[in-house]
């Protein structure tokens, strides 16, 4: 199968056309991967600072499965399309690291590729109407957001809320989303102007550039 691999040493994945492709072992699912963001982790260990070892990377995952290995519930379904959570409450370290770095892509092959193992607890059914990519990203990045904003900022919709989002890119453009979804008076700060109007039409109130937020704040902002 095709894979995207990283190499140490190299400034740029290396394609395979004839890497393995897998089989489904004990708990393991085999997904025909749908798509697969780009995180910007990926970005870390392609410039070499943490990966000591070849690697297909790729864990913004979403696939159709096609084999199933022994002892998988029956309530995954072959053919069925799912989002692969990264990292999980429940992931134990197979090599002693910090459960980051026992995910597809960090540790072990992952959706950069053809096909893909995931382990059976790490999938998420996708809904009805969702698409492949938006389910890929969602699983990732969409989750931090999700974090920020409802957990950590403690917005809920229950309660009048404003938040201040600086930097609007890829999590940030989601945490404004959320935010917004969650009828929060959100503010958002960026350098780019189109992240900015980007900002506008995801529900945010006004979008500063750094030197506009700093004046409003010397004006009293809060």
């Known amino acids: 199968m ?10 740029r994945l290396v394609l395979k056309k004839d890497h393995a492709r897998p089989s489904a072992g004990p708990g393991q699912v085999l997904l025909k991967v749908a798509a697969c963001g780009v995180c910007h982790s990926d970005i870390m260990f392609i410039d070499g600072k943490v990966l000591p070892i070849p690697l297909v990377l790729g864990h913004e995952i ?3 499965v096609v084999e199933m290995g022994e002892g998988v519930s029956q309530s995954i379904k072959k053919g069925g399309l799912y989002a692969v959570l990264s990292i999980t409450p429940s992931a134990k370290s ?12 960090a540790s072990y092959d992952g959706g950069f590729a053809e096909y893909v ?13 969702v698409s492949a990519e938006f389910a890929a990203v969602a699983a990732d990045a969409g989750i931090n ?7 950590a900022g403690q ?4 309660r009048p809320t404003s938040v201040l989002v600086l930097g609007v890119g890829g999590l940030g453009h989601q945490a404004v989303s959320i935010a917004a979804h969650f009828n929060a008076t959100v503010y958002a700060c960026d350098s780019k102007p189109e992240a900015r109007e980007l900002a506008l039409k995801l529900g945010a109130k006004e979008a500063f550039s750094p030197e506009e937020l700093a004046k409003k704040i010397e004006e009293g902002f809060t």
């Open 2 to 11: 095709r894979a995207a691999q990283y190499q140490p040493g190299k400034t």
């Open 62 to 64: 979403s696939g159709h």
């Open 94 to 105: 197979y090599h002693g690291l910090p459960a980051l770095f026992d995910s597809p892509g």
């Open 117 to 129: 193992l995931i382990k059976e607890d790490q999938l998420v059914p996708v809904p009805e109407g």
């Open 145 to 151: 957001a999700y974090k920020f904003v409802v957990r």
């Open 155 to 158: 917005i809920d919709g229950k």
